[in-house]
């Protein structure tokens, strides 16, 4: 779903006697990258593997490009369709605590009549479940998830919800000022779940929570991730300088964590 990228570039010196000082320090740098490239290389197949774990749940001995996982949320069987082609079109841990957090504490959390935003909503389910629990939701993606976004959204909302969810691409950091400008958007959460993992975009990610949860705005921010690799606990160090973050709920077992944050003053 994201970009892993290696960055290389000879530097010409204009004074020869320093080129072979310059030369072990550009090697040096070269190696860390080539580490870090590795490491990130690694994560991936992580979750590659995760997914293939998830799949096998539901799906044990014959694979298939599509498949479906059901689940039960305010009062209603859900029905999610996924993917293997992407990360973007599975179902992670985070986005089903995050749904059951939400259900169970619907008095500490009331999204009824609330304008939602969704940011990496993938497979919808975390969507759906703001749906059907009153609120005016929009879920964003990059533009090849929205195909099954929308059709796990219209499925699962259809009849059921106050409000018909909407869907938007979103390419983290990218014309945010010109696609949502802060006149014509404003929202009174920011739902996010599993979206902190090795794919290359964090500081873009981190940005876009802080553009829609800029001072002023009184959006909260919701969100939920599975720790897996030390990316994500670096992550979680910046988000939490950067919001005033509380930790809601911490899920033991599932790796979950789950945090309400408001942009600094």
């Known amino acids: 779903m994201e970009r892993l990228s290696t960055v290389g570039q000879r530097i010409q010196q204009k004074h020869s006697g320093k080129k072979k000082e310059v030369g072990d320090k550009k090697d040096g740098k070269l190696q860390v990258k080539q580490r870090t490239t590795d490491e990130a290389l690694t994560d991936q197949k992580v979750m590659a593997g995760e997914a293939s774990d998830r799949r096998n749940i539901w799906e044990p001995s014959v694979y298939y490009a599509l498949g479906n996982e059901s689940f039960s949320f305010a009062g209603h069987d859900i029905s999610i369709r996924e993917s293997m082609d992407t990360f973007g079109a599975l179902i992670w841990p985070g986005a089903i605590a995050l749904s059951q957090f939400l259900e169970n504490n619907q008095q500490q959390v009331n999204l009824m009549d609330k304008a939602v935003l969704e940011i990496g909503a993938g497979t919808g389910l975390l969507s759906i479940v703001a749906s059907l629990l009153g609120a005016w939701v929009t879920a964003t993606d990059l533009p090849e998830i929205l195909p099954n976004l929308t059709f796990n959204l219209m499925r699962n909302t259809k009849g059921r919800s106050r409000y018909t969810p ?40 981190l940005e876009t929570m802080l553009y829609f949860c800029r001072p002023g705005s009184q959006t909260t921010l919701l969100l939920a991730n599975k720790i897996r690799f030390d990316s994500d606990l670096k992550f979680t160090e910046c988000f939490e300088s950067s919001f005033n973050a509380t930790l809601l709920a911490e899920l033991p077992q599932q790796e979950v964590r789950i945090y309400k944050a408001t942009a600094k003053e």
């Open 166 to 205: 909407q869907v938007a691409a979103l390419t983290w950091a990218q014309d945010l000022k010109r696609d949502f400008p802060y006149l014509s958007y404003n929202y009174d959460y920011v739902l996010a779940a599993d979206v902190i993992y090795p794919h290359g975009c964090l500081e873009e990610l």
